[in-house]
């Protein structure tokens, strides 16, 4: 049987002009290949610019790549098809305040994917909208709420809405724990793997956190100047990391694993 994601030497790079007369090559990302299982979790990690959120963008399809194939239960995902694309991998950023349109209300919000991705009428959109909102802990009128109204952690919550609606099979966390202060952000990873074990999801946790990293993810790749350094069992990568850039990391980070 396939695994749910496999990619295969996925690269990105950028030509960028320099001057009128010279363009210059940046490689965001060096050919990377891994796969993910339902109910997993992998963890990118690296410091600032190493290509982890280029990965993430190739992986939604919003980039496309310079090489490379991603293929999800066994079918190549095709570059230009956001539909299908969109149906099957969603992502969670840092900032929910900036995602959530504002003149929207959290019903508007959460049936604009239904009403563009199925056919699900008005009632069964509605019904849909109502278990969702209590599957990640909020309420049926909160519906006609608008989302200055919420808070940071349930604005989070509702992003969490927006991405499980259409029963998606991988969902991105892009930093999306890191703005919440610690207690909101255990709730967060309690009920991210709570809906993890219902709905079987593959999560791919972009954090800069080795705390949440290990308390979180099975496997964990090492991202560094776009290259892959390092990838394995989170727990035991962590334990004995081989690369130096690894080990540089996690000594950058050993409060906070210590803490944890
Ligand atoms: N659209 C673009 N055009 C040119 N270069 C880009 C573009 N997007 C990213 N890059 C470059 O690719 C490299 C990787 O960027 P990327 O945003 O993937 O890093 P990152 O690990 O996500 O960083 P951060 O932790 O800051 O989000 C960087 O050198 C960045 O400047």
Request: one cysteine or more; a positive charge.
């Amino acid at each position: 049987m396939s695994s749910l994601l496999q990619v295969y030497d996925l690269s990105k790079s950028y030509h960028v002009s320099q001057n009128i007369f010279s363009r210059k090559t940046i490689v965001a990302l060096e050919p990377v290949s891994f796969s993910l299982e339902a109910h997993q979790t992998l963890a990118i990690v690296g410091e600032i610019g190493s290509g982890k959120s280029t990965l993430a963008k190739l992986l939604v399809g919003a980039e496309t790549p310079s090489s490379g194939k991603i293929k999800l239960n066994g079918q190549t995902l095709q570059p230009g098809n956001f539909k299908q694309r969109c149906q099957h991998i969603r992502m969670i950023f840092q900032d929910s305040a900036t995602t959530l349109n504002p003149s929207l209300t959290i019903r508007q919000l959460l049936d604009e994917p239904l009403y563009l991705n199925t056919d699900l009428n008005e009632t069964e959109r509605s019904e849909l909208i109502t278990a969702t909102l209590k599957k990640v802990g909020l309420l049926a009128e909160h519906m006609n709420f608008y989302p200055h109204m919420f808070s940071g952690g349930q604005k989070q919550r509702i992003s969490l809405a927006r991405a499980i609606i259409l029963q998606p099979q991988i969902i991105i966390l892009d930093e999306a724990l890191a703005a919440l202060d610690p207690s909101l952000r255990s709730q967060m990873i309690n009920l991210l793997l709570d809906l993890q074990q219902q709905m079987g999801l593959g999560f791919i946790l972009i954090s800069h956190n080795l705390g949440i990293v290990r308390h979180f993810s099975d496997t964990m790749m090492v991202l560094c100047n776009g290259q892959m350094v390092e990838m394995g069992n989170t727990h035991e990568l962590l334990k004995a990391p081989k690369h130096k850039y690894t080990k540089k990391l996690i000594m950058s980070q050993r409060f906070q694993l210590a803490n944890k």
